[in-house]
């Protein structure tokens, strides 16, 4: 005996149970079609002819109205209204919120008379050169090269030199244009390989840093601090982001949000934050606001212990010495790492050099040297408490030299005042 196939036998039993061989809903979607389409031809054109004589009348009234009306246009009771200039009306008019920038708390009158006396003045070094300056150099030192003024040089130098081709300026030229009204949001592809190209610098110039919105900024720094190397993320950090940041603080008398956010970023690189911007910004024409801001920034930061340690040495030896100096070495010094001996007595032979002059010092530089004494008076040995004593005689302040002196003279745990010392041979006979 043979059997028919499977699907026969399953098509003869729908049969015979009388089944449904199409879905309910697709059922009623033909009905309803099939309604649809039964509309007489002759009553379809009647209502075309009348649609068109009502059009005819209508443009018979009003003239040339409808010529004027396009497709981006929106007919309304009020007259004609540009459907494109409802969405783009108040974007180029925002208002910037205050609560944009970040406060700090700033210094009193009287500090800030006294801290005048040992600011930046004219003959001071002043602020350090951006991408565009090393850009323009760079160009004419070409320009000389091929007139023979310079000597050959290295042929990878010469090719570096030469120009972009026009579609890569093109690029980047939007980038830099769309990047001054970014707010957030994904960066270009484009942008992101800026840091692995040889000639990043000159691509990067391409865009105008110093014309990025503070967003824009805090997403470079992002970029470019994990993927450059230290040397190369120390000058992004000096030729871009420094000069933004004193911008900012000088125009606005306080910093932006997201350039505090993009500082704070920019310790993923320790070695390349204090190389690009800690010790360029204490060396030049900083200001007691640039002081305050970056002090914060420090307070707030996780920095290991060994480039703290090697930044306080080079402030110490930091000549000609600034009022700010003092806030930068007070803000490290009271982070309470353990530094290294060496370090100590670099602080110690900072302070104790300015027993030669007799000029009266700033209360920054009292509060730093308290400041140092409190975190560090136990790993002061006999010779450094002395030479600090002899400084506390040529400068002396009312109110701050007493306790550096009471903090030398503090014992150590475990060990007995001096004073409560009980002298040999007062022993008390107690029978």
Same mark, same amino acid.
């Given at each position: 005996?043979?059997?028919?196939?499977?699907? %026969?036998?399953?098509?003869?039993?729908?049969?015979?149970?009388?089944?449904? &061989?199409?879905?309910?809903? &697709?059922?009623?979607?033909?009905?309803?079609?099939?309604?649809?389409?039964? !509309?007489?031809?002759? $009553?379809?054109?009647?209502?075309?002819?009348?649609?068109?004589? %009502?059009?005819?009348?209508?443009?018979?009234?009003?003239?040339? $109205?409808?010529?004027?009306?396009?497709?981006?246009?929106?007919?309304?009771?009020?007259?004609?209204?540009?459907?494109?200039?409802?969405?783009?009306e108040g974007v180029d008019d925002v208002d910037v919120d205050e609560e944009g920038?970040?406060?700090?708390? #700033?210094?009193?009158?009287?500090?800030?008379?006294?801290?005048?006396?040992?600011?930046?003045? *004219?003959?001071?070094?002043? =602020? #350090?050169?951006?991408? =565009?300056?090393?850009?323009?150099?760079?160009?004419?030192?070409?320009? =000389?090269? &091929?007139? #023979?003024?310079?000597?050959?040089?290295?042929?990878?130098?010469?090719?570096? %030199?030469? #120009?972009?081709?026009?579609?890569?300026?093109? $690029?980047?030229?939007?980038?830099?244009?769309?990047?001054?009204?970014?707010?957030?949001?994904?960066?270009?592809?484009?942008?992101?390989?800026?840091?692995?190209?040889?000639?990043?610098?000159?691509?990067?110039?391409?865009?105008?840093?110093?014309?990025?919105?503070?967003?824009?900024?805090?997403?470079?720094?992002?970029?470019?601090?994990?993927?450059?190397?230290?040397?190369?993320?120390?000058?992004?950090?000096?030729?871009?982001?420094?000069?933004?940041?004193?911008?900012?603080?000088?125009?606005?008398?306080?910093?932006?949000?997201?350039?505090?956010?993009?500082?704070?970023?920019?310790?993923?690189?320790?070695?390349?934050?204090?190389?690009? !911007?800690?010790?360029?910004?204490?060396?030049?024409?900083?200001?007691?606001?640039?002081?305050?801001?970056?002090?914060?920034?420090?307070? *707030?930061?996780?920095?290991?212990?060994?480039?703290?340690?090697?930044?306080?040495?080079?402030?110490?030896?930091?000549?000609?010495?600034?009022?700010?100096?003092?806030?930068?070495?007070?803000?490290?010094?009271?982070?309470?790492?353990?530094?290294?001996?060496?370090?100590?007595?670099?602080?110690?032979?900072?302070?104790?050099?300015?027993?030669?002059?007799?000029?009266?010092?700033?209360?920054?530089?009292?509060?730093?040297?308290?400041?140092?004494? %409190?975190?560090? &008076?136990?790993?002061?040995?006999?010779?450094?408490?002395?030479?600090?004593?002899?400084?506390?005689?040529?400068?002396?302040?009312?109110?701050?030299?007493?306790? $550096?002196?009471?903090?030398?003279?503090?014992?150590?745990?475990?060990?007995?005042?001096?004073?409560?010392?009980?002298?040999?041979?007062?022993?008390?006979?107690?029978?």
């Amino acid at each position: 005996m043979r059997h028919n196939p499977l699907a %026969q036998q399953i098509m003869e039993e729908e049969d015979s149970r009388n089944l449904r &061989k199409t879905p309910r809903n &697709k059922r009623r979607q033909e009905k309803d079609e099939d309604a649809e389409v039964g !509309i007489p031809a002759k $009553v379809t054109q009647s209502l075309l002819e009348l649609a068109q004589a %009502q059009k005819s009348e209508e443009a018979a009234l009003d003239g040339t $109205v409808g010529a004027t009306t396009g497709p981006g246009d929106l007919l309304m009771d009020d007259g004609l209204v540009d459907g494109a200039g409802v969405e783009q009306e108040g974007v180029d008019d925002v208002d910037v919120d205050e609560e944009g920038f970040v406060v700090t708390q #700033g210094a009193t009158e009287e500090e800030e008379r006294a801290l005048a006396m040992f600011m930046p003045g *004219k003959d001071a070094k002043k =602020a #350090g050169q951006t991408l =565009a300056d090393v850009i323009l150099g760079k160009i004419q030192d070409a320009d =000389a090269r &091929k007139r #023979g003024e310079l000597g050959p040089q290295d042929a990878s130098a010469e090719a570096a %030199q030469e #120009g972009l081709s026009p579609k890569v300026v093109q $690029v980047y030229t939007d980038i830099g244009d769309w990047l001054k009204h970014y707010k957030s949001g994904k960066l270009p592809k484009a942008f992101k390989i800026i840091p692995n190209l040889m000639n990043w610098e000159e691509v990067l110039s391409l865009t105008d840093p110093l014309s990025w919105t503070p967003a824009a900024m805090y997403e470079a720094v992002v970029i470019f601090s994990s993927n450059l190397n230290p040397k190369m993320a120390q000058r992004f950090y000096n030729l871009v982001l420094l000069p933004a940041i004193r911008g900012n603080i000088a125009r606005y008398k306080k910093l932006n949000f997201h350039y505090f956010r993009a500082l704070h970023r920019a310790f993923f690189k320790p070695a390349a934050f204090f190389k690009g !911007i800690m010790l360029p910004i204490a060396s030049e024409s900083c200001t007691l606001k640039e002081a305050a801001i970056i002090g914060s920034i420090l307070t *707030k930061a996780s920095i290991p212990v060994m480039h703290s340690a090697a930044c306080i040495i080079r402030l110490c030896e930091m000549t000609p010495w600034y009022g700010t100096t003092s806030i930068f070495l007070a803000t490290l010094v009271n982070k309470k790492y353990a530094l290294p001996l060496r370090v100590v007595e670099a602080l110690v032979a900072h302070f104790c050099a300015f027993a030669q002059s007799e000029v009266v010092l700033p209360v920054v530089w009292h509060r730093s040297l308290l400041l140092f004494v %409190q975190r560090y &008076k136990y790993e002061l040995n006999d010779d450094q408490k002395r030479r600090i004593k002899e400084l506390l005689k040529v400068h002396m302040h009312d109110g701050i030299g007493p306790e $550096v002196r009471r903090e030398l003279i503090a014992p150590k745990p475990g060990e007995a005042p001096a004073s409560s010392a009980r002298p040999s041979g007062m022993d008390i006979d107690m029978s």
